[in-house]
């Protein structure tokens, strides 16, 4: 008996983590049913077909660093997007699962209430599937004891902080984190900066009346970032436990992150597409327009500070590519960007303007565009690598038969998509900018598929998913992140 499918993509380019095919793929059930030689399918039983006309066929993006509908944690500041209209961008540009955050403030003894409530404000309203990392803002007693609860929820990751007072954990802190995620098989995501030398260096900047948006790039150097990566290594080899540093920007942090890789220590590095695109120059504009690009790390110097970075991610210093979308409203005075302007500051206070970039939906597209990595480590970093390391692969970010849902990119075939200047109204996130207006787009997803369903066709509607589709994704422990040894930890005597 001839099987049917649900759908059939033919006379595609299949790209995985390790390999590029001309294939065809059936898909039954919201899964990967049979991935043949092209051809073979010509002839199949199924409800629909997509000729891929030569594009390139990819896993869905997976996008492990996501702000959505945060409560004020610096200030003022609130994130713009909530869960539908950040999981709407993310489907528009070909991520189809994502990982975002449930903060606990320092004021809070419980990681279980986060959870719950970050559950409440993202169900039923996602277009895409997603999980949460636990952001420990007070790891106490109570808070540590949850995390093999967090396991049972299917929660395998936590972020925790080197800087900002509201959620800065000291280093006894960190080890305490470090010890409890180690046992309870959890990743933990650190944000490496010293605060310090960022305080030190905001009040010298204040002290010469420096207060304009380019100036926060000065206020957080190199070598805040630096120390506290090598901080955070040391820490992490202390107690045999894997750390991923996230949003890396600087060429010497990533020295010491390839420096812990080659001795084989569990350490692990994102890096994102600010650092790649941005330099200094994008804060350095007139009037307040720079605090479009205000971000911590901030992008850093040159050219060539971003080609080390694309050098890290060719060599797999990086482990992964995510957006790190923390999206502000610019042109808001209350919530957004421009809180930070006064009658006495009228170009803001580079301390108070909200850190963070929207990014969601233009992380795939410019980096595919750019034509700077291997079309297999564009698969790995964007989709493979974070489903692995978070506990998501194979079910998310691969093409294994059988197994893998059927979360797919379709892309244009090379040289027949027409380049276009982006424009932040061309985008689906609830922000009034983008810091990347004006590039030189080369690809855009033309079909997005989420568990076998075209939620995206760019020339045939745009936006075809529905919000409420995604669901909630439980995640076992990281494939790539495990300890040196086995066991529980052994104290050095």
């Not at 990819?58 to 610096?74: K, M, N, S």
């Not at 900047?205 to 190199?222: I, Q, T, V």
């Not at 205000?294 to 080609?307: G, I, T």
């Not at 850190?355 to 480590?377: D, S, Y």
Request: hydrophobic share 35%.
């Amino acid at each position: 008996m001839t099987e049917e499918y649900d759908l059939v993509i033919t006379n595609g380019i299949v790209v995985s983590a390790t390999q590029v095919q001309e294939c065809d793929i059936a898909i039954k059930n919201e899964r990967i049913a049979r991935i043949l030689p092209r051809g073979q399918l010509q002839n199949a039983k199924t409800t629909r077909t997509i000729d891929a006309q030569g594009g390139y066929v990819t896993p869905g993006g997976v996008d492990a660093h996501v702000h959505l509908q945060e409560p004020p944690l610096f200030g003022k500041g609130s994130t713009a997007d909530t869960y539908e209209t950040g999981s709407r961008s993310a489907i528009c540009g070909g991520t189809t699962t994502m990982v975002t955050f449930a903060p606990q403030k320092k004021s809070e003894d419980t990681l279980l209430e986060t959870l719950a409530t970050t559950h409440e404000r993202a169900k039923n309203n996602c277009y895409n599937d997603y999980s949460f990392h636990l952001l420990v803002g007070n790891p106490s007693a109570r808070a540590l004891s949850e995390f093999k609860t967090l396991r049972d929820e299917g929660i395998s990751s936590l972020k925790i902080y080197m800087t900002y007072e509201a959620l800065q954990l000291h280093d006894g802190q960190i080890l305490d984190v470090l010890l409890e995620a180690r046992k309870q098989g959890i990743t933990t995501m650190i944000h490496a900066e010293n605060n310090h030398v960022i305080n030190w260096m905001t009040t010298q900047l204040e002290k010469r009346k420096l207060f304009a948006p380019k100036y926060h790039g000065p206020s957080h150097p190199p070598v805040a970032e630096i120390e506290a990566t090598y901080r955070a290594i040391s820490l992490s080899e202390f107690m045999d436990t894997p750390i991923l540093i996230v949003h890396v920007s600087t060429p010497q942090a990533a020295a010491h992150i390839k420096a812990a890789k080659d001795r084989g220590l569990p350490v692990f590095a994102e890096t994102c597409p600010q650092y790649l695109f941005l330099t200094k120059r994008d804060l350095d504009q007139p009037g307040f327009e720079g605090a479009k690009c205000v971000c911590s790390p901030p992008p850093r110097s040159s050219e060539s500070d971003c080609d080390a970075i694309w050098d890290g991610l060719a060599d797999g210093t990086f482990t992964i590519l995510s957006s790190d979308h923390c999206p502000f409203k610019y042109d808001d005075p209350e919530m957004g960007k421009k809180s930070s302007i006064t009658e006495e500051h009228p170009v803001g206070r580079f301390k108070y303007i909200p850190n963070g970039c929207p990014g969601i939906e233009t992380r795939l597209a410019l980096t595919l565009g750019a034509g700077r990595l291997e079309l297999t480590k564009f698969v790995e970093v964007t989709a493979t690598n974070p489903a692995k390391l978070y506990g998501l692969y194979p079910r998310k970010g691969g093409l294994v038969e059988g197994v893998s849902d059927a979360d797919l990119v379709i892309w244009y075939p090379e040289g027949k998509m027409e380049e276009f200047a982006l424009k932040n109204e061309m985008l689906h996130h609830d922000v009034d900018y983008t810091p990347f207006e004006g590039r030189v787009m080369k690809q855009w997803p033309r079909y997005t598929l989420l568990r076998g369903k075209v939620v995206w066709d760019r020339e045939n509607g745009g936006l075809l998913g529905e919000k409420g589709y995604g669901q909630f994704v439980k995640r076992e422990e990281s494939s790539l992140a495990k300890p040196l040894k086995e066991g529980e930890w052994e104290m050095p005597l």
